[in-house]
């Protein structure tokens, strides 16, 4: 009887560390033109604010790689970033399509663009926090052994938003933002064990999923 007890316990817990709420918004301001050129790739930059904080690269990775495919090649963004050095730098990157516009009346950065075109620039703006947590857990070592006995949780919150540009019109095509929250537990009875809710996975598959619909036709 108790051992069912506590595998029912265990089970409520490992569902609730699975759960993770997700909100995806999709704003289309123009339609995106023809599919894309033989030639042409997706590139995926993160935002900074001022200093205080860069968009994790890991997570625009991530985004990248749910986006590429046969049908919409995305090239590296170190592989865009070396190309264009330094205009798409943190301090220097174009912050709206009037600012894109000037950069393109550039001959010298048009013309690295024609090289390896880009179609689309897409800058994804956010990041993951911890937004509360609670509970309790002591462990200790002993003659016999140690261990730690206690239950803690907290949860954090994964907020970004995207912004997509069509490179060849100087236009934003349109945004798309996502919001995953989740709680994550560590239960402990000698040993703790982590079960983790993976909000950033979910933000991740949530806008990747999105940004190929906005881009692709007929996805």
Do not use: H
Not at 196 to 213: P, Y
């Amino acid at each position: 009887m108790n051992r069912c007890g506590s595998c029912t316990a265990l089970a409520t817990v490992l569902w609730l560390a699975g759960c993770v709420n997700t909100s995806v918004e999709q704003l289309r301001q123009s339609p995106p033109g023809a599919a894309l050129a033989t030639d042409e790739s997706v590139v995926v930059l993160g935002r900074s604010q001022q200093g205080e904080y860069r968009t994790e690269g890991g997570f625009t990775q991530c985004v990248a790689d749910r986006m590429d495919g046969p049908d919409l090649p995305v090239t590296p963004a170190q592989t865009f970033n070396d190309r264009l050095f330094p205009w798409f730098e943190p301090r220097t990157a174009p912050q709206n399509v009037d600012d894109l516009r000037r950069l393109l009346d550039d001959p010298l950065i048009a013309q690295r663009l024609q090289q390896n075109p880009v179609r689309y620039l897409v800058w994804i703006d956010g990041t993951t926090r911890d937004t509360d947590s609670g509970g309790s857990m002591g462990c200790a070592v002993g003659p016999g052994g140690g261990g730690c006995l206690g239950f803690a949780w907290w949860e954090k919150n994964a907020a970004f938003e995207a912004s997509v540009w069509d490179v060849t019109r100087a236009a934003e095509v349109g945004r798309v933002s996502v919001d995953a929250s989740g709680t994550s537990y560590m239960p402990a009875v000698i040993v703790p064990v982590p079960l983790l809710a993976r909000t950033e996975a979910a933000a991740c598959s949530g806008l990747g999923d999105q940004l190929r619909e906005l881009l692709v036709p007929g996805e």
